[in-house]
């Protein structure tokens, strides 16, 4: 039922899309993109443990509807103090707790590179102020199932 990257949980890609209609937030464009001299280039060449297998179709779709979700997570959860998502890491297992912006750009990253790449943990994190991927969506469902009611 839950599909692993790099220690993100993600749902099953027939559950996605709890909200279809909302986009998700593109990240802004790389400043430097084209830019042969970007000194970050050199950092690519680093081989962080593998190669992974590129994304199919239904992993993609998957990672767009998750992306979609994220945002409609944020929007409802973000004013009411959550700073974003706890997952239990298979690797370590730890708890990790991602605030919403770097969630996303996780998941954008796993989505157009196929791969994430490392990143600093939350600093001394609240663990009251976090949330598991199920209970976003279960209030999300909560909150659309009393607005379609109400």
């Given at each position: 039922m839950y599909r692993y990257f790099h220690g993100i949980r993600r749902h099953d890609p027939r559950l996605a899309g709890t909200v279809a209609a909302?986009?998700?937030?593109?990240?802004?464009?790389?400043?430097?993109?084209?830019?042969?001299?970007d000194p970050?280039?050199?950092?690519?060449?680093?081989?962080?443990?593998?190669?992974?297998?590129?994304?199919d179709d239904e992993e993609r779709a998957g990672l767009v509807a998750d992306l979609t979700d994220l945002?409609?997570?944020?929007?409802?959860?973000?004013?009411?103090?959550?700073?974003?998502?706890?997952?239990?890491?298979?690797?370590?297992?730890?708890?990790?707790?991602?605030?919403?912006?770097?969630?996303?750009?996780?998941?954008?990253?796993?989505?157009?590179?196929?791969?994430?790449r490392r990143h600093e943990p939350a600093y001394q994190p609240d663990p009251a102020a976090y949330v598991s991927w199920d209970y976003c969506r279960g209030y999300a469902d909560a909150v659309l199932a009393e607005d379609a009611g109400g």
């Open positions: 909302v986009p998700h937030d593109a990240l802004p464009p790389d400043p430097f993109a084209e830019d042969s001299d970050a280039r050199s950092l690519e060449a680093v081989d962080e443990g593998g190669v992974d297998e590129p994304l945002a409609v997570y944020q929007a409802l959860l973000e004013p009411r103090g959550v700073r974003g998502i706890v997952v239990e890491c298979p690797d370590c297992d730890e708890e990790h707790y991602h605030d919403w912006e770097m969630l996303r750009s996780s998941l954008q990253q796993l989505l157009d590179a196929g791969r994430m």
